[in-house]
């Protein structure tokens, strides 16, 4: 299609926090398309076109009457399907009257909302974000809402954990991860990242959370799922107890989240969490953890946050494209890669045609 | 206002005589191919006598070939624009928009009903085809005059099997829009798309049946009503008019082309933009549309001129052309 954005839209993005939906109007920008959510006296959560039918003022600037929307301007009232059920000053309805619904549904703590055809919302494509459900991985995350850049921006940032070593510094960032090893490997919809650092000493982050003296395994196990979801499951043991080998039992585990939702072609939604195994009932190492994420722009996140927004900046001014690859980015080129296939299965020209003998 | 329709150039691959008055036209369109969803219809630049003007047709599938496929019933007393359409051989050229929707299929219900009346089963043949592909609990009430009139009705009956009914009003059969309804689970819901008498017993029997009305969905042409499409005169004594409505041309148009200044939008009965008073009827007024409600309708005080006529005669109305 000529005008294709740089996102599929066949695929279940995060729209919310489950928590955040509830019986009142939210607005949200999704692949660009303007979405209004609310949670039905059901339970279900309703995702409509955020633009009335009439005149398309935001649905979101109405209200909530029941399970129906009212607009705050005429007072057109749509149902949870988006028809039109009430319109002023005539008695039928205009049998084409009604905004767009969109598939919505909850899982893993986060409502997943399908931009594209809703013929193929298939629920079972959902992203795997077990690790986000508060069970067995405990941790409270957070979003950037309008995080101001692409988000494949955000992909490349976490397929590549090189960048650790200059943004986070002092924290989790290390010499070591720039001289390690890494792996890259791939099926039809995931990328994976695998990179070990044995006999290391371990960076202050690890140390502190290890609470042992002595050199650590490191591992980066960073999984990628198209188009836009990443799992960095993470961590370190004291070396020569075995967690190459899979006992993890001389060690602590963790796993970075991030389903980055495209808002716009140069903005996106991150929505992040930093789960773990170990300590789980230690609430006030929950809430540490998070600060040491986002702390009013010290944390960690905070500085992905300000070089992102900066190198889309930089991208819009020097649109030198394409930018520049290095072996280190081979996780991001296998992401993208996936991402591209995406694009190009819905993008699709015309599919080759047979002359019908009509 | 609604979007511009996004004109492009196209040609004619194929055409095929479904009945002896339905032809099947396959559209072959330049440039990116935007796939019809079940509902949808094109507009298509057409030639009506020496003035160029649109018509809309339904697409009858998905398209997957990349045509836009639509079924044109050639209509002794229409506009004009099916004598056009039909006059289009293979290779010729025209001009389509890219697909839109007044007429959306929702997915995922736990029950469908469809009902068809003539060409109405063009919008409906895309949606069957969709339900079934989806695997989803559907039944199709298919009516036409004649068993030959019945276009599609083969290929539905292998698709669909006991899931079709179809009904031949020339043998004495009809729909029996109370008992349709009365069988349908609580949660379904009922797709309608034919002449407006259709529509408007639809309607009727859906409220009355206590069904949500945000689950009966519809859709008319505006072109039939309960009479036939006649030649009439309009008459306006305030502004001095007398004008002719020819069979093939709208009271609308007809009022516009003789300068009288008039608002609309619609074009096809839903908004009621366009409606005027009526001051003196010669014969019944056959209202065609779907803004007015029964009683109004009955009522007689105002009529839609998109789409609503007179059998033959003179109605006398009074238009917004006045201070107050």
């Known amino acids: 299609m000529a005008d294709q954005k740089p996102f599929p839209l066949n695929a279940w993005y995060a729209a919310a926090w489950c928590h955040e939906i509830r019986h009142e109007l939210a607005a949200r920008t999704i692949c660009g398309k303007d979405v209004v959510l609310y949670r039905k006296s059901t339970g279900e959560v309703a995702a409509l076109e955020d633009a009335c039918w009439h005149r398309l003022l935001p649905l979101s600037l109405g209200r909530l009457q029941g399970d129906e929307v009212v607009c705050g301007y005429h007072g057109l009232v749509f149902n949870a399907d988006g028809r039109c059920t009430y319109m002023p000053a005539q008695k039928t309805i205009n049998p084409s009257a009604c905004v767009r619904a969109f598939p919505a549904a909850e899982k893993h703590r986060l409502v997943w909302l399908w931009p594209g055809d809703p013929a193929l919302a298939d629920p079972a494509l959902i992203p795997d974000f077990h690790w986000n459900d508060g069970t067995e991985w405990v941790g409270e995350g957070g979003t950037f809402y309008s995080l101001q850049c692409d988000y494949r921006l955000v992909i490349d940032n976490l397929m590549d954990l090189t960048h650790e070593t200059y943004v986070h510094a002092g924290s989790i960032g290390d010499e070591a991860i720039t001289s390690a090893p890494f792996e890259v490997t791939h099926t039809g919809r995931t990328a994976t990242v695998t990179r070990w650092m044995i006999d290391i000493e371990p960076p202050p982050f690890w140390k502190k959370q290890l609470g042992r003296e002595g050199h650590v395994d490191r591992w980066q196990l960073i999984y990628f799922q198209a188009p836009s979801t990443v799992v960095g499951d993470v961590g370190v043991a004291l070396t020569g107890t075995g967690a190459p080998k899979g006992d993890r039992s001389q060690g602590v585990n963790g796993a970075f989240l991030a389903a980055i939702t495209p808002e716009s072609e140069t903005s996106c939604h991150y929505f992040w969490n930093f789960v773990r195994t170990f300590r789980r009932d230690d609430e006030q190492l929950t809430r540490d953890i998070q600060r040491a994420h986002v702390n009013d722009g010290k944390g960690v996140y905070d500085q992905d946050h300000a070089v992102l927004e900066a190198q889309q900046k930089a991208l819009l001014r020097h649109p030198r494209l394409p930018f520049y690859n290095l072996n280190i980015d081979a996780g991001a080129l296998w992401a993208r890669r996936l991402i591209d296939g995406m694009l190009a299965r819905e993008g699709a020209p015309r599919p080759p045609r047979v002359e019908a003998a009509e | ?324």
């Open chain 2, 1 to 324: 206002m609604p979007a511009a329709p996004d004109w492009r150039r196209a040609r004619i691959a194929a055409t095929q005589d479904l009945t002896p008055d339905i032809r099947l036209l396959a559209v072959e369109p330049e440039g990116a191919f935007v796939a019809p969803t079940p509902g949808s219809h094109i507009q298509v630049g057409v030639q009506v006598e020496e003035r160029a003007d649109t018509r809309s047709y339904s697409v009858v599938d998905a398209g997957r070939d990349g045509l836009y496929r639509i079924a044109v019933k050639r209509l002794p007393t229409s506009r004009g624009g099916s004598r056009y359409m039909w006059s289009l051989a293979a290779g010729a050229r025209l001009t389509v928009s890219a697909p839109a929707n007044h007429f959306e299929l929702a997915l995922g219900r736990s029950h469908y009903t469809l009902v068809a009346g003539g060409i109405g089963i063009t919008p409906i043949r895309s949606m069957a085809l969709a339900l079934a592909e989806a695997g989803a609990d559907l039944r199709l009430i298919y009516a036409a005059r004649t068993r030959a009139d019945l276009a599609f009705a083969d290929e539905l009956s292998t698709l669909l099997g006991e899931r079709l009914q179809l009904v031949v009003s020339e043998e004495g059969e009809r729909i029996d829009l109370d008992a349709t309804v009365a069988t349908m689970p609580a949660c379904g819901e009922l797709y309608l798309c034919g002449p407006i008498g259709l529509i408007e017993a639809g309607k009727r029997v859906w409220a009355k049946a206590g069904r949500p009305a945000a689950s009966l969905r519809f859709e008319t042409f505006g072109s039939s009503g309960r009479y036939a499409t006649l030649p009439f005169t309009v008459r306006i004594p305030r502004l001095g008019l007398e004008i002719p409505v020819p069979e093939n041309r709208t009271m609308l148009d007809a009022m516009e082309d003789a300068g009288v200044a008039m608002i609309h939008d619609c074009r096809r009965g839903e908004c009621g933009l366009c409606a005027v008073h009526i001051l003196d009827a010669a014969g019944p007024v056959d209202h065609r549309d779907v803004f007015f409600s029964d009683e109004e309708k009955a009522a007689n005080a105002k009529l839609c001129t998109c789409v609503s006529r007179l059998p033959g005669g003179v109605l006398t109305i009074d238009t917004a052309d006045r201070a107050a």
